[in-house]
Every structure is written in structure tokens, then in C-alpha cells.
């Protein structure tokens, strides 16, 4: 009988040639077993009491070249065989469908230790692949956007691609793919993406530099032992088409392929604004449930984009429609972008269930943007405001363009082992990061002008390129990273974990004019976490958590920044979550403060000698959260969140103006967000849903003293799928669905109006 329950647990195939469609193995689900009552513990059992005999049979039939098959009259008075009897491991299958799977969490990675949400003592959100098709979603962006407590930054300032925060504090160069710092400039799709995993709160222990509002981490598909497919076919208003394709082929006992690939097109406002992207994911992996696992991935995405860049504020707000509805920039716009990335993982483990999973990632990646920011302008030598702004208003345009190409090549190695010390259990975790980090930047000059246009019938004409592309620096650093950490299960209901991390963290920095510039440094951050779980169904915690940002963290200096050592930040954070429900409804409430204690002050007071800034600065966040993920009812599933943030700057510079900042809100911080999304099985074939995102105003960031805000907005979404068969469903879906103008993208610049309605059908095809 051991024998049987270990090949159910590795999901080793029995040597039957008939292999149903569309199976899966029991034991492949990430979804953690939800405890109940005893009484629903009893039943369990008792049904499981048949399924185990008949694994037993099944078992035997398998095992005949180990096992006589001819039967044997048992002889009187015979003493019993110790001797061992090996038999055939066996696969134990059962049909997998999607509609089968909630919006919970199931497993997560981001704590560098595969558990259940609820054993992290700290903020966990996970946007998972259904709750990402249901909902259509087709970035990384998007799918975020089921997050309160994140909100995002437009491109400019130097930085493209994804731009975003968490808390308030930007997380731009803490993005993650399955645990790997993944900090290229380029913007992130979903076609590859299991699940999203967005972590609250200092973590530097866990990831190294950054980490003060939280991270992002992208978890990727990978292959399954088994073997069926998905096509995915949308159309939409605005021209918008994308086909995904999920290929999953079982190629062995132990061993499986799997190909995701993508292609989308769609235009934006007005028309003009495009979108052209191509994504291809390759990933064998063997050994699939053994002591020595492996997998190697290929990962390809480009996109050649006309980007919207939004328009300029008018009189502390975005400027009235028809701004919204139109696009200001010229036809010869473009955003050019790649990433190519070859990724190496080996697991291994132990007969005492310990593992140790060692990844090799080497990453290039390639920018180029030309674009164009637009902004009101002089009308008939007059200043424009809300009294005589309309159609005619005269509006002028600035260039944005910069290009660069980063490579980068990532090891990292965690080891994970359980073992009895002093009578109390230990879970520890050791491991280990090295990073490369090279990153080159290219400025354009002899722009040419954008001609001016009127606000009612912008002229997207197209600009002659005369520019001349030209190097402007080179970044290289390199990262070591060491790290500890211990869960203590105290007594059977309490936990206390402690960790610490130490890094050194080094940039030099080549400029075309200025010269040479360096700095090393190195830190060592904590988090420590105490877990009160009366029961399996609830965890009660307090945790806290350091973080640092050196001044290369995104890969540049000046030459004070480079004598400035890193800023310092905290978490601390009370929580609790529960699982209702019978364990299919997943609750959770936290209080929370993040607070960086020493941010730089770039104000003329520096210190004594003037050769660094003062790390005198301060502000913090406080946030009240509420999460629920999960079903209500056998035909009801529902995802949702809400926090209330209060941010304010706590310390500033000596100067007036910095005097100035404090006590106000540093940006991207609304006071409320709140979302929720829900759908309805009205009988086996129709399921509706729907959801609102809404947010208080808000305000950009690094612009505390200005009066720029951007209005609250109530945006409601809505969904309709017919399942028309086992194998095809179709579903609509209606984005912003009463037309609503609100932003989300905010610059000291400028801001960018969410877009407006979108009508997409899906098609989906599984065989």
C-alpha cells in the first residue's frame, strides 16, 4: 500500500496505453486540502475507504511481472512472508476542468516556500489564470488592476515599460518571474502567466534590494503529465484581435512539453494609438515527480507599439474631453521592445522531504521609444484655461525618445529541509543569489520639432526621423545574496518565524560626459513573523520586515548619489486570515505601516563636506486591507478588496520648498480603492458576471506640493460565457461598461485617461 500512495504522490503513469483526455494526476493540483470539521473529516474518509481498494487492485493488475498471476491455495499452517514486494507504480487520473477551479490562491511561491497563503504572515494577493480569463485580461497591467493598493505611474521621467506602486512606494524594479528579480523596462503580458502573486510590505530578506512597498511576482505555466490543449480567439471594438495558444504534451512517463505562444492587435483612442505584440514560451520538463526534476524554458516577447503618452493637466486637473476620446501624437510614433529570456531549473529531493531548487536565468532585452507628450498651449497669445478652453484650443507637443538594452543573468539556489530541535519543529530555509547586471542607455538628438495642432481635430501627420542615436552610459552590478530563515512551530497552534539576509550589492557607472562613477554596499535585512492558527481553517499574525533601496537600484548615479549609503524602510503588519465555507472562501483583514526612515534629501543642505545627500527624510503609509477570494456557493465565485491608505510625508529638506512637503500625501496614494468581481452559474451552460473598480482621487507621485489632481472614479465591468460543449465556450466581455472618463496613469506632466468601452468575444477551444 506504500508503495501505491508514493506513486500517487510523485504522479508516476502506470504503463497502460490508454491514456484518457484532458487527465490530470490528483496529486497535480495546487490547490492546498481544506481541513473541515470532524464530521466532514469522518465522511471523507469513509468515501476514500472504496477509492483505496480499488487503487490496491489497480496496483496488483499493474505489478504482474513482479506478482504471480496464477492464484495460490494458501497452505495450512504456513508462517507469513516478510519478504518485499515491489509493484508497478500506477497514474491515478480525473477530467480537470476549468470551470472546477476558484478564485483562491491555492499554493504560493513568493515566500520562497510552497505553502498555502495563509501561513505567510504578511499582505498576499494572487490573481490567478481564472480569475485573468475570466475577466480578459491580456497584460500584466490589467491583471493588476484587481490589487488595491496598487496604482501606476506613466512613462516618463527616464523609465518605460511597466511603471508601478505599491503603497505608494514604487516597485518598478521589483517585478519578479517565478522568483527572479525580472527589472527590464518593457511592459509584461499574460499569455505565459499562471498566476500573479503581489506580497505587501518589506521584504528585503526574502529578495534583496528594494522591496519597500511589496513585490510582484509572475508565476509561469509549466508542463503537466498530461496531455491536451486551449486555443483562445478574441475580437473586439477598436480592431482589437489576440489568439493564444496553450500546448501541453505528455512526452514520457516523467517527462512533458509545453508551448504557449500569442500574437494581439488592437488600436487605442481615436483610432490611432496601436498595439502589435508576439509572445513564444517553450518548456520541457522531465523527471516530474522524482528525486532529480528539471525543466529548461525559452521566453519571447516583442512588441511594436504607437504609444499614449495621455495629455497635460489644465487648471489642477486632467484637461476636459474631448482630450479623453482623442490621441495627440504624430503617425512616425513608436515603441519598439523585447525580451528574450533562456531560464535552467534543477530540483531536488530528499526521501526526508527535503528539496533544493537551484535556477539559472540569462535575459536580454531591448528598447526604443519615440513618442509624444501633449500639452495646451497659447491661444491667440492668451494663457488656455477651463473658461475658454474647447476645440480650437491650440495644443503643443514635445518628443519623448530614448532607447537601451539591459543583460541580465540571475543564479539562484534555495534549500528547504524540515527537522526536530530542542522538541520543537523546524521548516528552514537557506539560499543563495548571484546577479549580473548590465544595462546600457542611448539618448537621441536633432529631434525635430511636432508640428502644433487643436484639441478638436488633432493632425497626426508623420514627423521625418533625423535623429541621431547616441551612447549616454553603461551600468554593470553585481549582486551576492545570503539568506536564513527558521519556522518554529512553538506548540501545535503557534508559529514564529525569523530570517535574515545579507547583501552586497556593487555599480559602476560609465558616462559619456561626467566619467566614472562606483559604489559597493552591503546590508543585512530582517523579518521575523508570529502565527497564532487555533485551527486549520485560521492564522492570526504579527509580522515585521526591513527593506533597503541603494542608490543604483535602477542603474544610475550622480556624483553624490554615488557617496549616498542606501535608504532604510520597515513593515509592520497585524493580520488575520480565515478559510469559510467549508474551506472554498478565502478571508483576509490587515492593518499595516510602511515606513522608510532615512530617504535622501536632494535639497542644497547635504552633509558636512558635501559630498553626499542627507538621509534625513521620511514618510510612511498606513493601510487598512480587506480581501475575499473564492466560492460562496457551488454556482457563485466572487474576488474582491478594499483599503484605506493614509500616506504622508513625515520628514523633508531644510529648504522652503521641501519645508513645503511635509505633511502632504507623496502620490499615488488614494485615501480608498476597491474592487470586486464576481460571476454566477445560472445551470451547466450560461455563467454571467461582473464587477466595479473604484478609487478615491488622486495625485502624482514626486509632486507633493501641487494641486494636480485626478478625480475618483466608480468603472464597472461585465461578462457573459455560454459553454456550448466539452470542448468550445464562448464568452463576452464588456470593459468600462457605461463609457466612464477616469485616470489611472498619473505623471507630474501629464496623465492618461483609462480607456473607454471595449466589447471583446472569446472563443475557447480546449481538446
Not at 60 to 87: F, M, R, Y
Not at 211 to 236: C, D, F, W, Y
Not at 732 to 741: A, G, K, R, S, W
Amino acid at each position: 500500500m506504500r508503495t501505491i500512495l508514493n506513486c500517487i504522490a510523485v504522479m508516476t503513469p502506470c504503463t497502460s496505453t490508454q491514456q484518457p483526455r484532458r487527465a490530470i494526476s490528483v496529486a497535480a493540483s495546487n490547490k492546498p486540502r481544506k481541513a473541515s470539521a470532524n464530521k466532514r473529516n469522518k465522511q471523507t474518509h469513509a468515501q476514500l475507504l472504496p477509492l483505496a481498494f480499488l487503487m490496491l487492485g489497480l496496483g496488483s493488475a499493474c505489478a504482474q511481472d513482479k506478482v504471480s498471476s496464477t492464484p495460490q491455495e494458501p497452505t495450512i499452517g504456513a508462517q507469513p512472508s516478510n519478504k518485499t514486494v515491489s509493484l508497478k507504480t500506477i497514474n491515478v487520473t480525473a477530467q480537470r476542468e476549468r470551470a472546477n477551479a476558484t478564485y483562491q490562491s491555492g499554493l504560493v511561491s513568493s515566500a520562497k516556500i510552497h505553502a498555502a497563503a495563509k501561513d505567510v504572515p504578511q499582505s498576499l494577493t494572487v490573481v490567478n489564470d481564472k480569475l485573468i480569463h475570466d475577466q480578459g485580461k491580456d497584460t500584466i497591467l490589467g491583471a493588476l488592476q484587481n490589487v488595491p493598493g496598487i496604482t501606476f505611474e506613466a512613462g516618463e521621467g527616464g523609465r518605460i515599460g511597466d511603471n508601478i506602486r505599491l503603497r505608494g512606494f514604487s516597485i518598478s524594479g521589483d517585478i519578479y518571474s517565478d522568483g527572479l528579480r525580472d527589472i527590464a523596462q518593457y511592459n509584461r503580458d499574460t499569455f505565459n502567466v499562471d498566476r500573479v502573486e503581489v506580497m505587501r510590505g518589506s521584504a528585503s530578506m526574502l529578495f534583496g534590494r528594494g522591496s519597500t512597498g511589496g513585490i510582484v511576482n509572475q508565476v509561469s505555466k509549466a508542463p503537466r503529465l498530461m496531455t491536451e490543449h486551449e486555443i483562445n480567439t478574441t475580437i473586439g471594438n477598436q480592431g482589437f484581435t489576440r489568439v493564444t495558444g496553450d500546448f501541453n504534451f505528455k512526452t514520457g512517463e516523467d517527462a512533458a512539453f509545453r508551448v504557449n505562444a500569442m500574437q494581439t492587435d488592437g488600436l487605442g483612442r481615436a483610432e490611432k494609438a496601436e498595439t502589435h505584440r508576439k509572445g513564444l514560451a517553450l518548456d520541457y520538463r522531465w523527471g516530474i515527480g522524482t528525486a532529480d526534476e528539471f525543466m529548461v524554458s525559452f521566453y519571447h516577447l516583442d512588441y511594436k507599439d504607437k504609444p499614449d503618452f495621455g495629455f497635460g493637466w489644465l487648471a489642477s486637473g486632467p484637461a476636459p474631453s474631448p482630450t479623453a476620446a482623442r490621441w495627440y501624437g504624430v503617425d512616425s510614433d513608436y515603441q519598439k521592445d523585447s525580451a528574450d529570456v533562456i531560464s535552467l531549473r534543477h530540483t531536488h529531493r530528499w526521501a526526508d522531504g527535503s528539496s533544493q531548487i537551484t535556477t539559472v536565468r540569462d535575459g536580454s532585452y531591448q528598447r526604443d521609444l519615440w513618442a509624444t507628450t501633449s500639452r495646451v498651449g497659447l491661444t491667440s497669445g492668451q494663457t488656455t484655461t477651463l473658461d475658454n478652453f474647447g476645440t480650437n484650443t491650440l495644443v503643443t507637443r514635445a518628443s519623448q525618445s530614448r532607447a537601451g538594452q539591459e543583460h541580465h543573468t540571475f543564479i539562484q539556489s534555495d534549500h528547504v529541509t524540515q527537522t526536530s530541535w530542542l522538541g520543537m519543529r523546524h521548516q528552514i530555509l537557506l539560499g543563495t543569489e548571484l546577479g549580473i547586471e548590465r544595462s546600457t542607455r542611448y539618448t537621441y538628438s536633432n529631434i525635430a520639432p511636432k508640428p502644433q495642432t487643436n484639441v478638436g481635430q488633432p493632425d497626426n501627420t508623420p514627423v521625418a526621423d533625423m535623429r541621431i542615436k547616441t551612447w549616454a552610459n553603461d551600468f554593470n552590478a553585481s549582486t551576492l545574496g545570503i539568506y536564513l530563515q527558521d519556522t518554529l512551530s512553538l506548540t501545535p497552534h503557534w508559529k514564529w518565524i525569523a530570517g535574515l539576509r545579507h547583501d552586497r550589492f556593487g555599480g559602476n557607472y560609465d558616462r559619456a560626459t561626467g566619467g566614472n562613477l562606483n559604489r559597493s554596499d552591503s546590508v543585512t535585512s530582517y523579518r521575523t513573523g508570529l502565527m497564532f492558527q487555533p485551527n486549520d481553517m485560521s492564522s492570526y499574525y504579527v509580522s515585521y520586515g526591513t527593506s533597503f533601496n541603494s542608490s543604483g537600484d535602477l542603474y544610475q548615479y550622480d556624483p553624490i548619489t554615488a557617496n549616498t549609503p542606501p535608504e532604510q524602510a520597515r513593515n509592520i503588519e497585524l493580520g488575520a486570515k480565515w478559510e469559510l465555507a467549508e474551506g472554498d472562501l478565502s478571508v483576509r483583514t490587515a492593518l499595516a505601516r510602511t515606513d522608510k526612515y532615512n530617504e535622501r534629501n536632494t535639497d542644497t543642505t547635504q552633509s558636512a563636506d558635501g559630498t553626499q545627500y542627507l538621509l534625513s527624510g521620511q514618510r510612511h503609509t498606513d493601510a487598512l486591507e480587506f480581501e475575499i477570494a473564492g466560492r460562496l456557493t457551488p454556482q457563485w465565485d466572487i474576488f474582491g478588496g478594499l483599503v484605506l491608505m493614509r500616506a504622508v510625508i513625515d520628514q523633508a529638506g531644510s529648504s522652503d520648498a521641501e519645508a513645503l512637503k511635509v505633511g502632504q500625501n507623496p502620490g499615488l496614494t488614494p485615501s480608498r480603492q476597491g474592487n470586486v468581481w464576481t460571476t454566477y452559474k445560472l445551470n451547466q451552460r450560461w455563467r454571467l458576471g461582473g464587477g466595479i473598480t473604484a478609487s478615491s482621487e488622486n495625485k502624482p507621485a514626486n509632486a507633493e506640493t501641487s494641486q494636480n489632481l485626478a478625480p475618483g472614479f466608480v468603472r464597472a465591468d461585465a461578462m457573459a460565457e455560454l459553454k456550448i460543449d466539452g470542448k468550445n465556450t464562448v464568452k463576452l466581455n464588456i470593459d468600462n461598461l457605461f463609457d466612464t472618463v477616469y485616470y489611472t496613469s498619473l505623471y507630474r506632466g501629464f496623465v492618461v485617461p483609462g480607456a473607454a468601452r471595449t466589447v471583446r468575444a472569446t472563443w475557447t477551444l480546449r481538446f
